[in-house]
């Protein structure tokens, strides 16, 4: 059975990090791109990063460039997303998803949801005082 598993988001005060997880089982993550996405309340869900498989181009959306890396660990077949110098803005559930293609595919400046295949169930990052 195919599953992503989020884990890692709490509440966290504005200027901290957090890393979350996005593990896999019944499938290797290395051969495939992942994107995160998040969806605030009231908000269409926005993607924000996307990791390709091997060579290609790694895509950050403008609002997290520069505070968030995506990375993976092949070993332990998961990927991360750190945040840093988070914002209240960043509050929102935030989803790790699975393309079935190698690369990002980037459409007018960003990634859409329509491109994945396969979401994890979510995690919730609060950013407040």
């Known amino acids: 059975q195919l599953q992503l598993v989020e884990s890692g988001g709490g509440l966290v005060q504005p200027g901290g990090s957090l890393r979350l997880s996005c593990a896999a089982s019944?499938?290797?993550?290395?051969?495939?791109?992942i994107g995160w996405f998040r969806q605030a309340p009231g908000k269409e869900r926005e993607g924000i990063v996307c990791?390709?498989?091997?060579?290609?181009?790694?895509y950050y959306a403008d609002s997290v460039k520069g505070r968030f890396t995506i990375s993976r660990d092949s070993a332990k077949n998961t990927v991360y997303l750190q945040m840093n110098s988070l914002k209240p803005e960043d509050s929102a559930v935030y989803f790790c998803?699975?393309?079935?293609?190698?690369?990002?595919?980037?459409?007018?400046?960003?990634?859409?949801?329509?491109?994945?295949?396969?979401w994890g169930q979510g995690t919730q990052v609060t950013v407040s005082a």
């Open positions: 998803a699975v393309d079935v293609f190698p690369r990002c595919t980037v459409v007018a400046g960003g990634i859409s949801e329509s491109e994945y295949d396969y």
């Open positions: 019944g499938f290797r993550l290395d051969y495939y791109a």
């Open positions: 990791i390709p498989s091997g060579d290609g181009s790694t």
